[in-house]
């Protein structure tokens, strides 16, 4: 079964930035477009951005380009996720999740990452 | 980009059938049949339930279904059980400028 497994909490203070990683596994790392999505606290899904690992290619939400950084390193098979200048209302959930096949769907979720954002 | 217009909640006693209602525009869910659905128990990962309108991924309940018409697409809960107490998000590829988004949600009681 695929996994998507990711790094652990974090708190920050306002201004400062995260990297979160998404290791996937069971799969070829390659194959496959890698997508960020993120849940404040009672709140909704909001789609941050993805990558496609073969050749680095990125798009980002709107709200969140020139702040935000989806990168990968192959040697690795990990896919990371940095957002800089942090405010409290960045407090969220970090998901990744995986793009099935081309078909713009998120077929595979990563459990999550909850980054605080306080002072 | 605006977030998909959904119902807050929707009820149902088990065995019956609920609709969640997912309305768009026609530059999203009106254009492309890249709707999804995803349902979401509390303090878990989203779970894909329904994908390209009204296709289930293996897995998945024959009990979900999913349509579309015009600019809004709908998720079909048939009869209901007391497991498929969750939240429910639908998420349209857009191709613009943000490529995707959800909507605001939908909470699903099982009466």
């Known amino acids: 079964q695929v996994q998507l497994v990711q790094s652990g909490a974090e708190v920050k203070k306002p201004g400062a930035s995260v990297r979160v990683s998404c290791k996937p596994s069971?799969?070829?790392?390659?194959?496959?477009?890698m997508h960020w999505v993120r849940q404040a606290p009672g709140q909704g899904l909001e789609w941050i951005g993805l990558?496609?690992?073969?050749?680095?290619?990125?798009d980002y939400a709107q709200k969140f380009r020139g702040r935000v950084s989806v990168t990968r390193d192959t040697s690795t098979s990990t896919v990371y996720m940095e957002l800089s200048s942090l405010t409290s209302d960045d407090t969220a959930v970090y998901y990744c999740?995986?793009?099935?096949?081309?078909?713009?769907?998120?077929?595979?979720w990563g459990q999550g990452t909850l980054v605080t954002v306080s002072s | 980009q605006s977030a998909l217009t959904q119902p807050a909640s929707v009820s149902g006693s088990p065995g019956q059938s609920i609709t969640i209602s997912c309305t768009g525009t026609s530059s999203d869910v009106g254009y492309y049949n890249y709707v999804s659905w995803y349902q979401q128990h509390p303090g878990k990962a989203p779970k894909l339930v329904i994908y390209d309108v009204s296709n289930r991924p293996s897995g998945v309940s024959y009990r979900f279904s999913g349509s579309k018409s015009g600019n809004t697409a709908s998720l079909t809960i048939s009869g209901l059980q007391a497991e498929d107490e969750a939240d429910y998000y639908c998420n349209s590829y857009t191709g613009s400028r943000t490529a995707y988004v959800f909507g605001n949600g939908t909470k699903v009681t099982v009466l």
């Open positions: 990558i496609n690992p073969t050749d680095d290619s990125i």
């Open positions: 999740a995986r793009e099935s096949s081309g078909l713009k769907n998120f077929d595979f």
């Open positions: 069971r799969y070829t790392f390659t194959n496959f477009y």
